[in-house]
């Protein structure tokens, strides 16, 4: 019989095989999310580069406190199109990292869309 995995032996497993598709390149970065249970990190990567182009999060200076919601989120979606419009980029792939497309991940993402992001 199988042993049971843990919860982030699971998620890195989704993760490996959505990276298996995925490919961040100057003109279309990678998307990446990241969420803890108080906070929510965004980054547009280039890896030919290997470099992070523009970043967001609920834990900066001058932030909102809070990023355990939906509604911070979406906020930080908009300051990430925000500032990836400023280094010149229109477009992106989307990488969930191994989270489900749905709450605070799919708030991100709206709120990317809604600043201007193209997904």
């Known amino acids: 019989m199988g042993r049971l995995k843990s919860r982030t032996e699971r998620r890195a497993r989704r993760k ?6 995925i490919m961040g390149v100057p003109a279309r970065p990678r ?3 990241y969420r803890s249970a108080k906070h929510i990190y965004a980054q547009l990567i280039d890896d030919l580069g290997g470099r992070t182009l523009a970043s967001a999060s609920s834990n900066e200076k001058g932030g909102d406190k809070g990023g355990g919601n939906a509604a911070a989120a979406t906020e930080i979606g908009k300051r990430l199109a925000e500032r990836a419009t400023a280094a ?3 477009q992106a792939v989307f990488d969930r990292n191994g989270y489900r497309y749905h709450g605070r991940v799919r708030a991100l993402a709206d709120g990317a869309r809604e600043g201007g992001l193209k997904f």
């Open 16 to 21: 490996r095989g959505i990276r298996k598709g």
């Open 31 to 33: 998307l990446t999310v």
């Open 88 to 90: 010149g980029v229109q």
